[in-house]
């Protein structure tokens, strides 16, 4: 299933618009986060403490005639308790005036201070601080892989996506505990919290400039919401959304999803050819990383090839490296997969070969030919 997924996901990415809108900048993450509710608590008190201060300021210069700066200090030392001496006697209006100020904001005092001691103290403000950095990087990402649902099929699509080089993918999921118990600290990994099917989240996912998308949600109708969406704002990205029945699977198909993957067909069928022809489904295994000798797919494009290989032919591709990977699969440009090509075809414009071989057979091939 896995192997599936992957594979659909290295085969059928493809090109993005260059028209993408600029990332987020830092004033406009900081306006998220005070217009999310994140600082509510903190912007009232600050907000109350100085419309406070400023009435016993306007209080104290019209019923006793001081200056600015003497009524600022009479105020600041009533509403902080501080309890110093008076720069004048004071009128009797005044001391009434005074009275009134002290049982009216010994508790907005009093509220400050507790909020400021929860947001020091108890970490709000560095889950703040936190919060805004994920921000910051999620809305640089530019090519990226979202991933909706981070439960049993999103996880193994994060792992296999990190043991295949790619690490510039974004997680949503609603519950960030899920995240942790994989994770251990959250800074590791680039994660929106929310709901996918929610417009604003996929927004925040920067989805117009995602290279692609995989839909793990584990409801039908949640994978065609986010399909519709997703496609809706991104005409041209790879979406891959996973399936429960064949009824969906048609569903997803029309709302846009460039492949969809049913787990539990394909479970089904794994488990039927375990009986059937057991030594395919062992090399299939092996293909997906199980047992102690596993291969690897990987894929070469013309568009990626060293110029000094770019007239061979397959032959002389696969008798040309030292590495010991075998190409087993060509795509033409035109025509699509080609199964036995001509060994004397030329590579050109357009095509692809798919190679087989371990992973540090792989990583040779790729660091002789790839450019």
Aim: hydrophobic share 45%; net charge positive.
């Amino acid at each position: 299933m896995v192997f599936c997924l992957i594979f659909g996901l290295n085969s059928r990415f493809m090109p993005q618009s260059k028209d993408y809108p600029p990332p987020q900048s830092r004033i406009t993450i900081l306006r998220g986060i005070l217009l999310g509710g994140k600082l509510n608590r903190l912007v009232l008190a600050v907000s109350l403490l100085l419309s406070s201060t400023m009435s016993g300021v306007v209080g104290y210069m019209w019923i006793e005639g001081i200056r600015f700066w003497d009524a600022l200090y009479l105020a600041t030392i009533i509403l902080s308790t501080v309890g110093m001496n008076e720069i004048k006697p004071l009128s009797e209006l005044g001391r009434a005036f005074t009275v009134f100020y002290i049982l009216a904001n010994f508790s907005i005092f009093a509220y400050f201070i507790s909020v400021i001691t929860r947001y020091i103290f108890e970490g709000e403000l560095r889950q703040i601080f936190r919060r805004y950095m994920i921000t910051e990087k999620v809305s640089r990402l530019n090519g990226h892989i979202v991933v909706c649902g981070f439960g049993r099929y999103g996880r193994k699509v994060c792992e296999q996506l990190e043991n295949n080089g790619f690490r510039k993918f974004l997680i949503v999921e609603r519950d960030k505990d899920k995240l942790l118990d994989h994770y251990g600290q959250l800074d590791k990994v680039a994660y929106i919290e929310g709901d996918a099917t929610d417009d604003a989240v996929l927004a925040q996912a920067n989805i117009a400039r995602a290279k692609a998308v995989i839909s793990t949600l584990p409801e039908d109708a949640s994978n065609v919401y986010v399909v519709l969406s997703v496609r809706e704002i991104n005409p041209t990205v790879t979406i891959i959304a996973r399936a429960s029945s064949e009824s969906a699977q048609q569903k997803l198909r029309r709302a846009g999803a460039t492949h969809v993957v049913m787990p539990d067909a394909i479970g089904g069928m794994h488990m039927a050819n375990l009986i059937i022809r057991p030594e395919v489904v062992e090399f299939i295994d092996l293909l997906n990383g199980v047992g102690e000798n596993k291969l690897r797919l990987d894929e070469l494009r013309f568009a990626n090839l060293k110029e000094q290989y770019r007239n061979d032919t397959i032959h002389q591709l696969q008798t040309g490296n030292t590495s010991g990977v075998n190409v087993i699969g060509f795509k033409d440009a035109k025509q699509g997969f080609v199964f036995n090509p001509n060994p004397h075809r030329k590579f050109d414009e357009g095509d692809t070969i798919i190679v087989i071989g371990q992973e540090n057979e792989i990583r040779a091939f790729m660091k002789q030919f790839m450019k």
